[in-house]
Every structure is written in structure tokens, then in C-alpha cells.
């Protein structure tokens, strides 16, 4: 009898399970609230950069046009206005005069004048956010080698022991450093998290553990721009993030480490004690000894055949066989293209119309809709259908708001909030759709190549915004819009429709 079979014995769905189901739900929302932190953290005002021959040849002439913007005056003027202050950039003073700032508004990147000539850093800074979370895609080793419990409990203290700690870097270099860490505990905390709770319930209830992993990341996204809102100052903002672990502690109590890492590993008895404790909760009448005998000597005695022939072995032979290579190549460019839209999209939300603070509310509003349509497609339609689907979706409502920038303003943010809700939406899809594709004895691997092609491709995604600024709107929204039509087209005609069909355990199926 499987391990699955055990659970379901157990209660594949009881009291224990949504008690997991609650905690790591709540456990997800700090990971939204962060990446709208970075979006606030990171937003630069409206300013001028100083140049030295406009100054010269302009100043004398037109002295009386500029004098608002003399850092003296600016000073005089912020004492008689309170509402603005001034924040001169510091001891290099060539990149720009002063700058007026509204005292509602985050203003962390000028602290460390990363303007003008040093603009470049910006979109910089934000990705090695992401070069944190590439690495964390690679936390699945660590995980199977010290145990599922144990990696979760340090990447949640990690994650918001640094998270703390950034609000007191003195310098850029520490903040980046920092800000890398929190990257690599946020994904380690998410991946962990999905794995424990996927392992105490059965397959046909994964999904839902899933879905609701994202739309916590989602309702942390839309509590980000009202933390950010009530709590205007950048240093004390990441430290209420910081100090929102205390309301985590009770976990170290909660949640137990996985049986099934545990049967794997040969800890029997750890097992029995944590399976008993499940049917416990779950009101199931089943001792210890029935435990024991349901389990029988099957577990203690199979070997996985990735253990008997090796893992690299398997990898080369899907990478040999020219219709998986080509499946997994356009998987890898699908999950590049999805990661690069929504980071693309969620750290840029700064440049489309309104007022950021309503934007990037709704921004994880709209992800959620998403979601709830992905799900239902998952469950009844093809996947190849509803992977692409979404992203064409996503393509087009990118093209749209690349067309209609100079049209109207609200109609491009209105395609762009449609955009993110489909991507969204496929971001779910393609993590279902590749643990469909690939065969048994690689598909951890796979999943996590694929994971490792997106995270990889989001270290660009912070350079979107960017590019906005330097190109305007059009060049860089037509740019998503052509790369995940492009993905889409691939997924439609090369990728095989999963759907309710058995999965592959090798790679001749």
C-alpha cells in the first residue's frame, strides 16, 4: 500500500490538514507584502537632474525661472511649507540641484542617491532580490538531505530576521546584500512550505493546497501599498514587515515534519508518532499498531529507481531523446516568459497612470480572479488549451496597453491590471502542466529547472521599468507582449494536452 493510500486513510482533507491549510496560507502573505515593499522602497519622485551646460548657459538669463529649485531657497520654502521637505542628494552633488518630496510618499532610493547618472542601480538593486530567489529554487537539495520541518523553521527566521535587519543598512552595498537574503529565504519559505503541506494530503487535493498558497501571496499584495500607505517612512516600514514574524513563533509548535521524509530516511518511529497525532485530529480510529500494520514492510523495503540507476542518468535521458528535449526547452522558455511579465509588470507599476498606492492594490486584487480562473481551467479543460490561452491573453492585453498608451492613460492601466490577472492565472497553470509532462523519476528535477529558467529570467524583469523610463511605454510592452505570444504559440502546438490522463512514470511513455 502507497503512502497516499495511508493518508487517505488517515483523512487526506480532516482538522489537521486545514490547520495546515490555514497556517501556511497565513504563512505566504509576508512574501506579497514584500515585493510591494520593493516597489515603494524603490520608487523615485519626479526630479531634475543637474547638467552643467544648461546651468551655465541658462541660470544668468533665467535666473528667476530656477531659483525655486536652489537647494537655499528649497530649505527657506520647506519651513514655511510643511507639507514638502527637501532631501539634497548628498556629498557628490553633481547629479542634480534638489528635489521637492511629498512627506505621504516613500522615498528610500535617494537616501542613497541612486538618480541620474547613477539611475542604472536602481533596476539593479531589484534584481538581486531575484538572484535570491534563483537560488532559493535550489533549496529542494537542502530540503531532502536535513528534513522538510527544519528548512522551513530556518528560512521563516531568516526571512524575517533580515527583513528587520534592512531597515537599519547604513550603506547601498549592505541594503543589497540584505535584500539578496530576504530574496533566498522568501523562496525557500514558499517551496518548503507547498512541499510539507503537499505531503500530509493526497493528489487529488494538492491543487487546492496550491492555489491557495497564491492567492495568500496575493492578499499580501494588496495589504503591501496600505502598510506602505499609513507607515510613510522606509527604515520603520521594513521594520513593522520584520516585526510581523512574532505572530509566526506559535509554528515552531505546529507544524510537524513530513512522514513521508521521514519514512524515506528510515526515522519509522518519528513516522508512526506524527501519523498517529494526524489521525488523532482527524478523529480517525486508528492505534498506532493499525498504523503500523497499513504500512506493512513495502515502505522500509521499495527503492526508488532514480536510487538504483542514478539520478543523472535519467536526466540524459530525457535530454537525448529529441521530443522531451524540445518539450522541456519550450517549458523552460514558458516559465521565463510568465516570470518576466509579472515581475515586469508588478515592479513598474509605478509608471502607469493614477495614484501607485490604488495601482498596486490593485494589482493583487486582480490576481486573485485570475487564479480562480486558472483553477477551474485546470480542473476541466486541456492544459495545453488553458496554458496558452492565458498567455495569449496576457500577450495581447500587454499589446493593447502598448497601443493605447498615448490613447487614454486609464485604458493602458485597465489591459495591464488584465494582463497580470492572466498571468497570474498561467503562473499556477505551468506548475501543474510541467509536473504533468515529465516522467516520475525526473519530475522534481524538471520542476525545479523549470522553476530555476523562470527565476532566472526575473532577474531581468526589474530592467522593464527601466526601460520604460528611457524608451517610453510602447517598446517595452510590445516587447512582453511578443515574447509570451511567442511562448504561447510553442505551448499550443509542441506541448501534449495532460488533462485527466495517467502520468508518465518513464521516458519511453
Same mark, same amino acid.
Given at each position: ?12 482533507? &480532516? ?10 496560507? %497565513? ?43 536652489? =537647494? ?12 514638502? !521637505? ?30 541620474? &547618472? ?17 537560488? &532559493? ?77 497564491? =492567492? ?38 505546529? =507544524? ?25 485530529? !482527524? ?27 542514478? %539520478?543523472?542518468?535519467?536526466?540524459? @535521458? ?10 522541456? %526547452? ?33 494589482? &493583487? ?6 487564479? =480562480? ?34 490613447v487614454h492613460p486609464i485604458a493602458t492601466l485597465m489591459f495591464a491590471l488584465i494582463g497580470k490577472t492572466a498571468n497570474a492565472g498561467v503562473f499556477y497553470i505551468v506548475y501543474v502542466h510541467t509536473a504533468e509532462i515529465v516522467p516520475t523519476n525526473v519530475r522534481n528535477v524538471y520542476m525545479c529547472a523549470g522553476s530555476f529558467a523562470g527565476r532566472v529570467g526575473s532577474i531581468l ?36 494536452? @495532460? ?11
Amino acid at each position: 500500500m502507497g503512502y497516499d493510500s495511508i493518508i487517505d486513510r488517515l483523512g487526506s482533507f &480532516g482538522l489537521f490538514q486545514k490547520r495546515l491549510f490555514v497556517l501556511f496560507f %497565513l504563512n505566504g502573505i509576508p512574501n506579497g507584502l514584500l515585493i510591494t515593499a520593493i516597489v515603494f522602497l524603490h520608487f523615485v519622485p519626479t526630479h531634475r537632474c543637474k547638467l552643467p551646460f544648461y546651468e551655465r548657459q541658462y541660470n544668468q538669463v533665467c535666473f528667476f525661472l530656477f531659483k525655486p529649485l536652489i =537647494i537655499e531657497n528649497v530649505f527657506n520654502d520647506s519651513k514655511n511649507n510643511p507639507e514638502y !521637505n527637501v532631501l539634497p542628494l548628498g556629498p557628490k552633488g553633481i547629479s542634480m540641484y534638489s528635489f521637492l518630496y511629498s512627506k505621504n510618499k516613500l522615498f528610500k532610493m535617494f537616501q542613497f542617491d541612486v538618480v541620474c &547618472g547613477d539611475a542604472w542601480k536602481k533596476p539593479m538593486i531589484s534584481s538581486l532580490y531575484l538572484v535570491g530567489m534563483t537560488v &532559493g529554487t535550489l533549496s529542494g537539495i537542502i530540503s531532502d538531505k536535513l528534513g522538510r520541518r527544519p528548512v522551513f523553521l530556518a528560512s521563516t527566521l531568516l526571512q524575517f530576521l533580515t527583513v528587520f535587519c534592512t531597515s537599519f543598512a547604513p550603506t547601498l552595498t549592505t541594503y543589497c546584500i540584505l535584500l539578496a537574503i530576504c530574496g533566498l529565504s522568501h523562496l525557500i519559505n514558499y517551496l518548503s512550505a507547498f512541499v510539507i503541506g503537499a505531503e500530509f494530503t493526497t493528489p487529488n487535493r494538492r491543487n487546492l493546497i496550491s492555489i491557495s498558497s497564491f =492567492i495568500s501571496f496575493s492578499v499580501g499584495y494588496m495589504i503591501g501599498p496600505l502598510a506602505a500607505y499609513f507607515v510613510p517612512n522606509w527604515r520603520w516600514l521594513m521594520r513593522l514587515h520584520g516585526l510581523i514574524g512574532i505572530l509566526y513563533i506559535p509554528m515552531y509548535w505546529l =507544524i510537524p515534519e513530513s512522514p513521508r521524509w521521514l519514512l524515506s530516511h528510515g526515522k519509522r518511529e518519528e513516522a508512526m508518532t506524527i501519523l498517529g497525532e494526524v489521525a488523532r485530529i !482527524n478523529g480517525c480510529n486508528v492505534n498506532k499498531e493499525e498504523i503500523e500494520m497499513i504500512l506493512g514492510e513495502e515502505l522500509d523495503v521499495t527503492k526508488d529507481e532514480v536510487t538504483e540507476k542514478g %539520478l543523472l542518468f535519467h536526466v540524459l @535521458t530525457v535530454i537525448r531523446n529529441s521530443r522531451t528535449l524540445i518539450m522541456v %526547452l519550450i517549458i523552460s522558455f514558458s516559465w521565463v516568459a510568465i516570470v518576466i511579465v509579472y515581475f515586469g509588470i508588478s515592479l513598474s507599476v509605478d509608471t502607469l497612470s493614477g495614484n501607485i498606492f490604488i495601482n498596486c492594490f490593485l494589482m &493583487g486584487l486582480i490576481e486573485i480572479p485570475g487564479l =480562480i480562473a486558472a483553477f477551474m481551467g485546470v480542473k476541466y479543460c486541456s492544459r495545453s488549451y488553458a496554458h496558452s490561452g492565458f498567455m495569449f491573453l496576457s500577450g495581447f492585453a500587454c499589446l493593447l496597453a502598448a497601443l493605447l498608451k498615448n490613447v487614454h492613460p486609464i485604458a493602458t492601466l485597465m489591459f495591464a491590471l488584465i494582463g497580470k490577472t492572466a498571468n497570474a492565472g498561467v503562473f499556477y497553470i505551468v506548475y501543474v502542466h510541467t509536473a504533468e509532462i515529465v516522467p516520475t523519476n525526473v519530475r522534481n528535477v524538471y520542476m525545479c529547472a523549470g522553476s530555476f529558467a523562470g527565476r532566472v529570467g526575473s532577474i531581468l524583469a526589474p530592467y522593464f521599468g527601466y526601460a520604460v523610463e528611457i524608451f517610453g511605454f510602447f517598446a517595452p510592452y510590445l516587447t512582453l507582449s511578443v515574447v509570451v505570444m511567442t511562448s504561447a504559440l510553442m505551448t499550443l502546438l509542441f506541448l501534449p494536452d @495532460t488533462h485527466l490522463k495517467r502520468l508518465p512514470e518513464s521516458v519511453e511513455e
